[in-house]
């Protein structure tokens, strides 16, 4: 069940934007899987558990974000996201 994000993920947050290279991460990760990751994919699963079931077409895909920055388009700024999101959207056969 989603508690809600803690003081814990905001001080994570701040020190990646402040750190965003991939030692720093590497020696963070498991502050990041439990701070971070786990509390966002429990809050998706319970939106996409909640929507789902109020549909008459159950058929929605979840996509929650990586960390990770896309390398082509870094422009800059560190390997790491400054934040995480997650889409909720109909199945769409065509996309593929």
């Known amino acids: 069940m989603f508690q809600g994000f803690t003081q814990q993920t905001i001080d994570f947050m701040w020190a990646l934007r402040f750190n965003n290279e991939k030692r720093w991460f590497e020696a963070h990760k498991d502050e990041y899987k439990t ?11 319970e939106v996409f558990g909640g929507l789902g079931a109020s549909r008459a077409d159950p058929a929605l ?7 990770y920055r896309d390398a082509r388009r870094l422009r800059g700024e560190g390997p790491y996201k400054d934040h995480l999101w997650f889409t909720l959207r109909p199945q769409d056969e065509a996309w593929t």
């Open 61 to 67: 895909h979840l996509h929650i974000s990586r960390i």
């Open 35 to 45: 701070v971070l990751e786990k509390p966002m994919h429990l809050l998706a699963r």
